[in-house]
């Protein structure tokens, strides 16, 4: 009877080993995948950042650009309402000679 509980306890404990062996392997594994995934992480942060700077930078651009559109038509407005009045200036002089 003694002989069947050592030789069960010895299953036991082997049985036990191999499952710390397994777990120890999973701990590995998912060690390795947690270091993959924190890197990946942090390289999609570093890149999102990049992205918010590219963006500000762009709209800035896009800021200034429709600054410069919108002073530019009013310099052709102005231009163009000066040009009709110097095409006035000129028909009147002609129609006085």
Do not use: C, P, W
Request: glycine share 2%.
């Amino acid at each position: 009877d003694a002989n069947r509980q050592i030789s069960e306890y010895k299953f036991k404990l082997s049985k036990a080993e191999q499952d710390i062996t397994t777990l120890e392997q999973n701990i590995g594994r998912l060690e390795g995948q947690v270091a993959r995934y924190k890197s990946a992480a942090e390289n999609a942060e570093k890149v999102e950042d990049e992205l918010k700077a590219e963006k500000r930078k762009l709209q800035r651009e896009l800021r200034t650009a429709l600054d410069k559109i919108e002073e530019m038509e009013m310099t052709n407005s102005h231009l163009m309402k000066r040009l009709e009045k110097m095409k006035a200036n000129r028909t009147a002089l002609l129609s006085q000679q």
